[in-house]
Each structure stands twice: as C-alpha cells, then as structure tokens.
C-alpha cells in the first residue's frame, strides 16, 4: 500500500461505502478500485476526476494529501461551511440500511459554530437517518453531521456505525457485556453486542454524530 492507496480507502470507509458500489459510482470495475486500495495502480485521468467529485476532495488531496476541500465548497459565509451530503447513504434509525442506491453527492450547510469545535473537518460528511427509533431528538429523514475521525466511544453519545453490511444510528454505551445499543424512542428496546463480536470486527464504528437537524416530518 501507499499513501494514495491509504486515502482512497480511508475516505472510503468513512463514507461507508463498500468498494462495489464507489465503483458503480464511478463507472468502472470493483477490482479497480480493489488495485487502488492495494497500491496495485492510481486513478489517472477522467477516473482521477470522478473519484475526487464523488469524495468532494480536490485531485491535489488524492494524489499528494493537501488542499481536501477547496475554498469554494469549504466555506460559504461566516455563518454557514458547506458539508458534503451524501444523500443516498442512510444510517437505519431501527433495524439498519443497506445501501445499494446510487451514490449522489450535493452539498448541506452545516452552522460554522458547529464545525469551528469539531477535529479532523475533512473527516466530516453528511448523511440521512432512515427510521424513527432517535425520535423525538431526530426523525426520519433527518440530516446527521457525522464526524468520521472519531471513532473512541463516549457513553451516551450518538454513532454512525456498520453491522455486516447495514449502517444503523444509536446512542451507545460501554457495558462488561459489550456495546449497549440505546433508542430514544421507547417502541425499541436496547440492543447488546457482545464483545466478541467486536473484537471480531462485526460491528464498526464509522464515527460520532455531532449535529443534526431539527427539521420535523410534514
């Protein structure tokens, strides 16, 4: 691997995106992908292009880890920074989402108080909730700041995270037994992993939901 390779599969990763389907967004193969992340080859070209328009990274990034966001798509005005919304890509507010729909990005602006206290701002990207089990704190189709780089559990706060291949949203806590998944909404009892599960890397934490939106349901 190298460092091209590193970044490709970290931002990946963050995204939560298996390599399939950032292949189908790109339009090329998965085993190209699968040669990127292994160090085999880089993007080059029109795929080099592609792939930082779908991690809303400049090309300079990619190749050489500078310059993430330009200024243009990082700041708007000092009361609002523009976040990558991946709005296809739902966290399941209930029993978890797969993600098979095409991946689109656009763009979601985050409060510029918000995200001036937050580390790492290039691990940060938006997603949607899918499911009402967070209400009443979130809804179902609410937008969640997702700060990919902070991945350490502090009990009670709200996380983005995998199982197999579903990604679910839920506040979380350590317990002797292993993680203790907890819903607001009191229709949904707490879940328990245990901790060989993820020692086993069954479960994996994409990061730590700093902000959402407060938008209700019509």
């Excluded at 592609?50 to 708007?76: P, Q, R």
Aim: some cysteine; hydrophobic content about 40%; charged content about 25%.
């Amino acid at each position: 691997m190298n460092d091209i390779s590193i970044r490709i599969k970290k931002k990946r990763k963050l995204l939560g995106l298996t390599q399939a389907q950032l292949a189908k967004a790109l339009d090329v193969r998965p085993q190209a992908v699968s040669g990127w992340e292994r160090g085999l080859s880089s993007p080059k070209g029109k795929q080099l292009s592609s792939l930082s328009g779908v991690f809303n990274v400049t090309k300079a990034w990619i190749l050489y880890g500078t310059d993430e966001l330009t200024n243009s798509e990082n700041s708007v005005c000092d009361l609002i920074v523009k976040v990558p919304l991946y709005e296809h890509v739902k966290a399941g507010a209930g029993n978890g989402f797969e993600n098979y729909s095409e991946l689109t990005k656009e763009i979601y602006p985050v409060p510029t108080e918000i995200i001036e206290n937050q580390e790492n701002k290039e691990s940060i990207f938006c997603i949607k909730a899918n499911g009402n089990s967070m209400e009443p704190a979130f809804y179902d189709g609410a937008i969640l700041a997702v700060n990919g780089s902070r991945k350490d559990i502090v009990d009670g706060r709200i996380y983005v995270f995998r199982i197999n291949s579903r990604l679910r949203v839920k506040a979380i806590k350590e317990t002797h037994s292993g993680l203790v998944l907890i819903s607001y909404n009191s229709d949904y009892a707490d879940e328990v992993i245990n901790w060989k599960d993820v020692e086993n890397e069954v479960v994996e934490i994409v990061g730590e939901v700093f902000w959402f939106s407060s938008k209700l349901n019509n």
